[in-house]
């Protein structure tokens, strides 16, 4: 037995109102229920970034840290950068394989899953999902005589 085709069209309604993040299916190709079609990001949810870091610097990042967000569509030198907050740590570091799998990255060594809020965007940065981007995470803080003499830096003092 054959389908008929039809040249009627159909009207799909998302759960929510958003942007379309991406269209899975093509035009004229036949799909099933439950099949995805298209991605909705919902209107007014909450920018986050999906970063990974390695195991030798996890011990230096917590909740709460304040970020920079560099976008390599954007050059930080012209458009500036956009500010975050680190929200969630993986607890255990995910296997390259994991991270291929579940967000389309290669590694080569275990990495942490860190999810990062933007808190402050700028109107100029059009984010869209997948682009990618560097994140500078404060490890540290010391005063300048301390980072230029390195004598300093065991000692209490405040210059």
């Known amino acids: 037995m054959y389908g008929v085709a039809s040249d009627s069209e159909s009207i799909l309604r998302a759960p929510s109102a958003g942007k379309i993040a991406e269209i899975v299916e093509k035009t004229?190709?036949?799909?099933?229920?439950g099949d995805t079609i298209l991605r909705v990001i919902p209107q007014g949810s909450v920018n986050q970034i999906v970063a990974f870091i390695s195991p030798e610097f996890i011990g230096?990042?917590?909740?709460?840290?304040?970020?920079?967000?560099?976008?390599?569509?954007?050059?930080?030198?012209?458009?500036?950068?956009?500010?975050?907050?680190?929200?969630?740590?993986?607890?255990?570091?995910?296997?390259?394989?994991?991270?291929?799998?579940?967000?389309?990255?290669?590694?080569?060594?275990?990495?942490?899953?860190?999810?990062?809020?933007i808190t402050e965007k700028k109107k100029r940065i059009n984010i869209i999902p997948g682009m990618s981007l560097k994140v500078d995470i404060p490890t540290r803080k010391t005063s300048i005589i301390k980072w230029i003499f390195p004598f300093f830096r065991d000692k209490d003092i405040d210059a």
């Open 28 to 33: 004229g190709s036949f799909v099933n229920t």
């Open 60 to 117: 230096e990042i917590k909740k709460g840290t304040r970020v920079a967000l560099k976008y390599d569509s954007y050059p930080y030198q012209r458009f500036g950068f956009e500010h975050g907050i680190i929200i969630d740590i993986s607890r255990v570091p995910l296997q390259p394989e994991d991270i291929y799998t579940n967000f389309g990255l290669k590694f080569e060594s275990a990495c942490y899953r860190v999810v990062i809020k």
